[in-house]
């Protein structure tokens, strides 16, 4: 599924913008919610320098933050082809059977039956490719989800330079997570500790789950020209009647739906049936860009994205091209912490005029 084309043929240019390289967080803070929190309201009203801390401030009773629950799995292995090749896997997706859709990283592409020793013990067999993406079978001791969590390395993203330390494995992940199968982190839930929840929570601040589970497809680049000729990657969710009866509630009591993250509004827009919101799990290759309307949340908290990234197209379909470079050009001039480990953004709808 593909957002509506605006009447402009938008390019993938116009979503460049310059980031120092020393702007791209490269560990997390010591404490989650002292991120930084850019607050962008809607119009011309002037941006706010906040931190995610302050957001018991900026809310209101009866909101209702929508949160995504998925957690990241140790998704990275290394191995060996029988030629002798080092081969780096990363999953994408684990399917039945033992099997899974993952990406491999290899000097000459492996063949069907062949098979990779993996270091961490066992064998993957090559069951085929499509595009990008092989099948493997692995054959570990016990089932792939299981071993993963035992021999499998957390998949940082690839703007983070560095190998995965064991404080990794707690922060590159949200204090939330429960439904396993991403391989990365619906990253502006992870500015959210315990804390914070307890006093939203008091304050009469509602929370509800979706489960999107964030592909390796989320770091591929743009690579057409024309946004509207790109094909989007396929992710699993599942928005369930409970959340979609807290929504309705929210809204019927004048409360706000913010969504946590862009994978939050990716799962909620994939779920409106005739503008209603309706519980739906299964597959969505939606992509949102400008001339889309998102009608499923009032506000979004959000990290900032990478130049050219789907992400960002996303974001700019909520709030406004213009006015989300404004905001961006503020956050680099003011030293703001880019990407995942970065800080964020609370952003609210463009006034449509």
């Known amino acids: 599924m593909r ?33 930084r929190l850019l607050v962008v309201p809607a119009g011309d009203a002037p941006f706010a320098d906040r931190q995610v801390r302050d957001l018991p401030q900026l809310l209101r009773k009866g909101d209702l933050l929508v949160f995504n ?92 330079h560095r190998d995965p330390g064991i404080d990794d494995d707690e922060r590159y992940q949200t204090v939330f997570a429960r439904e396993l199968g991403a391989v990365a982190a619906p990253t502006a ?37 024309d946004v509207r000729e790109h094909r989007m990657h396929s992710e699993w969710l599942n928005v369930g009647a409970a959340l979609v009866e807290q929504v309705r509630a929210a809204r019927a009591r004048g409360g706000r739906g913010i969504a946590v993250g862009t994978t939050v509004v990716r799962a909620l827009e994939s779920a409106l049936r005739d503008g209603e919101l309706q519980p739906f799990a299964g597959e969505t290759r939606i992509f949102i860009f400008p001339g889309y309307r998102i009608r499923s949340v009032d506000a979004m908290l959000t990290n900032f994205h990478l130049p050219e990234s789907t992400l960002l197209m996303l974001v700019s379909a909520f709030a406004g091209k213009d006015r989300v470079f404004a905001a961006y050009e503020h956050a680099v001039r003011e030293k703001y912490r880019f990407f995942s480990y970065g800080d964020a953004m609370l952003l609210f709808p463009e006034i449509s005029k």
């Open 69 to 160: 629950d998925t957690r990241v799995i140790p998704a990275r292995l290394f191995g060996q082809k029988q030629s002798g090749g080092r081969v780096e896997i990363l999953i994408e997706r684990l399917l039945p059977d033992n099997r899974a859709r993952v990406q491999i990283g290899a000097s000459k592409s492996p063949k069907p039956g062949g098979r990779i020793a993996l270091d961490a013990g066992g064998e993957a067999e090559v069951l085929g490719r499509d595009g990008e993406f092989y099948q493997l079978r692995f054959h570990v001791d016990g089932a792939l989800e299981s071993w993963l969590l035992k021999a499998g390395r957390l998949p940082l993203p690839p703007y983070i």
């Open 189 to 225: 839930g992870l500015h959210f500790d315990d804390a914070l929840l307890e006093t939203l929570r008091a304050q009469g601040i509602e929370f509800g789950h979706v489960t999107l589970h964030v592909g390796a497809g989320t770091f591929q680049p743009v690579r057409v020209d």
């Open 3 to 35: 957002g509506l084309p605006g009447p402009i043929t938008l390019k993938k240019s116009d979503f460049h913008y310059e980031l120092p390289p020393g702007l791209i967080a490269q560990e997390p803070l010591a404490e989650r919610s002292a991120s």
